[in-house]
């Protein structure tokens, strides 16, 4: 009679690249995240990243603080880069901005509620 439980199996342990080379899985590469944040009450704040580098955020963010007619700032993230935050939930107004700039809707990912 062998006892086989006792044997020492390590689940986690590195097996190689058991799934293939999956190295783009959850990866959030090349779209533009447009999302929405809850602050206290009513308040709510939209946030934009993933822009493309050819396009100057600042000019960008003057241009929807005009178009939108609210305050927004540029916040610098250590994951995700550059990130725009505007107040209120400008979600739909700033993709439909970005299609007519040329930007492809297929890119723009909105989140929230």
Known sequence: MSVQNLNTFDPFADEGDVLGNTNDVGSQQNYIHIRIQQRNGRKTLTTL??????????????????????????????????????????????SNFLTEEGIPKATIKVHGF
């Open 49 to 94: 990243q993933g822009l493309p580098k050819e396009y100057d955020q600042k000019k960008l963010l003057k241009a929807f603080k005009k178009e939108f007619a609210c305050n927004g700032t540029l916040v610098e993230d250590e994951e995700m880069g550059q990130v725009i935050q505007l107040q209120g939930d400008q979600r739909l107004k700033i």
